[in-house]
């Protein structure tokens, strides 16, 4: 473009594109609505072993990123990428917390509880 707008506008994009800092908080309703009975198990799990780093609801902490974001929305992140993170850990290309390590204490068919609850809290927030 002439005038030299579009270069600069161009740099800004690639930079906000590639940017590892973590996006505008993501609201959930206050009071968020009771866990659905079915997902308790899951919440219980998430408390155990997730919210230390990922925070209470899954809106993270200064040690892991918020779950209740559009960039673990499912269209981005499959449930099976929960299981993967659980068993085999996440290098760290997201965001800037670093590496997630493996959650070896935790099953399979637990991590299929945590991903129902973590995706409720998505609806929640109206990630879908």
């Excluded at 198990?41 to 998430?46: E, F, H, Q, T, V």
């Amino acid at each position: 473009m002439i005038g030299g707008r579009w270069p600069i506008a161009s740099c800004v994009a690639v930079v906000m594109a590639c940017s590892r800092e973590p996006a505008p908080s993501v609201r959930l309703p206050e009071p968020l609505p009771p866990t659905p009975v079915t997902l308790l198990a899951g919440d219980s799990l998430y408390v155990m072993h997730c919210q230390s780093c990922h925070g209470r609801h899954a809106l993270g902490t200064d040690l892991g990123p918020p779950l209740v974001h559009s960039v673990y929305a499912p269209r981005h992140h499959a449930d099976a990428a929960f299981v993967l993170a659980v068993r085999n850990g996440v290098r760290a290309h997201h965001w800037t917390f670093g590496d997630m390590q493996p959650v070896p204490l935790v099953t399979s068919a637990q991590v299929e509880s945590l991903t129902a609850y973590v995706r409720w809290l998505q609806m929640q927030a109206g990630i879908h």
